[in-house]
């Protein structure tokens, strides 16, 4: 779908939405391939580590769930997550978690709820 029919079909979305449709996907997807790639995990392993089914982490991998671009901060606490499931034993939903409250902290909530919801200008609901 093309950018202009993308930004058509925007509505006015809460933040929790966009956590919810776009950014845990795409965590869980940019973790499962750290897992897959950095630390060599079978995809049973991270299905089990994550409460999912093997399917699921495949579309993970695959890039057919979770299509976001992190910016290099994030994507450096995505790895930290992914090693600390791997070498430390972590629990997944915990990382994962780690790393969504670093989104929200970080700012970074406001960028993909601007790029992914209408917001109405000077919108600040993400910082409170």
């Not at 950014?23 to 049973?44: F, G």
């Not at 993970?60 to 992914?82: E, L, M, S, T």
């Not at 997944?92 to 700012?107: F, S």
Request: glycine share 8%; proline share 5%; net charge positive.
């Amino acid at each position: 779908m093309s950018s202009q029919k993308k930004k058509r079909f925007k509505k006015l979305v809460q933040p929790q939405e966009v956590i919810v449709w776009y950014i845990l996907p795409a965590i869980r997807r940019a973790i499962t391939n750290s897992l897959i790639e950095d630390h060599h995990l079978p995809q049973k392993d991270i299905a089990q580590r994550f409460g999912l089914t093997e399917p699921a982490i495949s579309q993970y991998k695959k890039g057919a769930r979770g299509d976001i671009d992190f910016n290099p901060d994030i994507v450096n606490k995505i790895r930290g997550a992914a090693r600390n499931i791997a070498e430390e034993g972590r629990s997944a939903p915990h990382e994962v978690q780690r790393v969504l409250q670093y989104i929200q902290n970080g700012g970074f909530l406001c960028e993909f709820h601007r790029k992914y919801g209408m917001v109405h200008e000077g919108c600040d609901i993400c910082k409170t």
